[in-house]
């Protein structure tokens, strides 16, 4: 447990090191030369639908196995190495300073009134295009890269390092590291249209169904924080459903709710218009505020699971000494 601490105040701290080589960045260099070869030679659907299963399998077990080793190693070797080790693994993990960077990044081109410097810098953060984005549409757009974000950049990643807390022999980081390989190969391959239906498929799958229970305990711990989690969770089951995403639907409608604004509607990927489920009610106008208090939300949730399996964990181990 407490190297689940120790990662998240480095990660609180200091984030992702600018020019520092990270682990998703191993993943993608993988997955994408992975990618060339099984579309360069082989047109078959069923054989690039095996080849994905491969990748898919293959990056998160090996991911988790390597990082299991290597921890193994280096704490033989040196016992505060190995604490060092998993405490910048386990922090690359969470992206919650690098969610709030982000989202501050363009919101300091709107402060000062530089739309094109604010679309520029937006265009680093998400996959729609930006050049012709409105004041209020690039405020939409942060608000949703954060509520979509939480879920696989946040709290799912450090879902399954509590979960590890609770397996010794694999541990926190490994099951996390594992975490995030499949999150890598949903961003990057996990999309129905060519080249990526076939050899996608499955990590896209698998990466919705390992988000599923993460996805959920974080709409219910953003309702209980906001003080109404029947109404919320109610009324964001509604919203949800109307998204084809088993998990991004629920994670952007919760934070419509609590926020009283409305995500979602028309955006536009690489020339192509796109129509998403409006979600929420338009009470109040996205501004810089309700992106601040959706950070906030996302670091109380945070802090919520942190010390309430902290919590758990002393309590049992009071139990077992009686």
Same mark, same amino acid.
């Given at each position: 447990?407490?190297?689940? %601490?120790?990662?998240?105040?480095?990660? @609180?701290?200091?984030?992702?090191?600018?020019?520092?080589?990270?682990?998703?960045?191993?993943?993608? %260099?993988i997955?994408?030369?992975?990618?060339?070869?099984?579309?360069?030679?082989?047109?078959?659907?069923?054989?690039?639908?095996?080849?994905?299963?491969?990748?898919?399998?293959?990056?998160?077990?090996?991911?988790?196995?390597?990082?299991?080793?290597l921890?193994?190693?280096?704490?033989?070797?040196?016992?505060?190495?190995?604490?060092?080790?998993?405490?910048?693994?386990?922090?690359?993990?969470?992206?919650?300073?690098?969610?709030?960077h982000?989202?501050?990044?363009?919101?300091?081109?709107?402060?000062?009134?530089?739309?094109?410097?604010?679309?520029?810098?937006?265009?680093?953060?998400?996959?729609?295009?930006?050049?012709?984005?409105?004041k209020? !549409?690039?405020?939409?757009?942060?608000?949703?890269?954060?509520?979509?974000?939480t879920?696989?950049?946040v709290?799912?990643?450090?879902?399954?390092?509590?979960?590890? +807390?609770?397996?010794?022999?694999?541990?926190?980081?490994?099951?996390?590291?594992? @975490?995030?390989?499949?999150?890598?190969?949903?961003?990057?391959?996990?999309?129905?249209?060519?080249?990526?239906?076939?050899?996608?498929?499955?990590?896209?799958?698998?990466? !919705?169904c390992?988000?599923?229970?993460?996805?959920?305990?974080?709409?219910?711990?953003?309702?209980?924080?906001?003080?109404?989690?029947?109404? @919320?969770?109610t009324?964001?089951?509604? @919203?949800?459903?109307?998204d084809?995403?088993?998990?991004?639907?629920?994670?952007?409608?919760?934070?419509?709710?609590?926020?009283?604004?409305?995500?979602?509607?028309?955006?536009?990927?690489?020339?192509?218009?796109?129509?998403?489920?409006?979600?929420?009610?338009? !009470?109040?106008?996205?501004?810089?505020?309700?992106?601040?208090?959706?950070?906030?939300?996302?670091r109380?949730?945070?802090?919520?699971?942190?010390? +309430?399996?902290?919590?758990?964990?002393?309590?049992?181990?009071?139990?077992?000494?009686?």
């Amino acid at each position: 447990m407490n190297i689940v %601490w120790l990662a998240s105040i480095l990660d @609180y701290l200091i984030g992702d090191p600018w020019g520092w080589i990270h682990p998703v960045q191993i993943m993608g %260099w993988i997955i994408q030369s992975y990618h060339n070869f099984v579309i360069d030679r082989t047109s078959s659907k069923l054989a690039r639908k095996i080849a994905g299963v491969i990748l898919g399998l293959g990056l998160v077990i090996g991911s988790g196995g390597i990082t299991w080793l290597l921890i193994y190693w280096v704490s033989n070797f040196n016992y505060y190495g190995g604490i060092i080790l998993q405490t910048v693994l386990l922090a690359s993990c969470f992206a919650g300073k690098s969610l709030r960077h982000a989202a501050e990044d363009v919101l300091s081109s709107l402060k000062e009134n530089d739309l094109s410097q604010a679309r520029h810098r937006l265009s680093f953060y998400v996959g729609r295009d930006t050049e012709n984005l409105s004041k209020e !549409d690039i405020l939409r757009a942060v608000l949703e890269t954060v509520a979509e974000n939480t879920v696989d950049g946040v709290t799912a990643p450090l879902f399954f390092a509590l979960i590890g +807390t609770f397996l010794p022999i694999i541990g926190s980081v490994p099951l996390a590291i594992g @975490y995030k390989a499949i999150s890598t190969l949903d961003s990057m391959i996990g999309y129905k249209k060519e080249p990526y239906v076939d050899i996608g498929w499955f990590s896209a799958k698998l990466e !919705d169904c390992l988000t599923w229970l993460p996805c959920r305990l974080t709409v219910l711990t953003l309702g209980i924080i906001s003080g109404k989690p029947l109404k @919320y969770i109610t009324e964001c089951r509604q @919203y949800a459903i109307l998204d084809p995403s088993p998990n991004s639907g629920w994670s952007e409608a919760i934070y419509a709710l609590i926020l009283k604004v409305q995500l979602g509607g028309e955006n536009t990927y690489k020339g192509e218009k796109k129509f998403k489920p409006l979600l929420g009610k338009p !009470d109040k106008k996205i501004d810089a505020n309700s992106i601040e208090q959706a950070l906030s939300l996302t670091r109380k949730c945070f802090l919520l699971w942190l010390f +309430t399996i902290t919590l758990l964990k002393q309590v049992l181990f009071w139990l077992t000494r009686i």
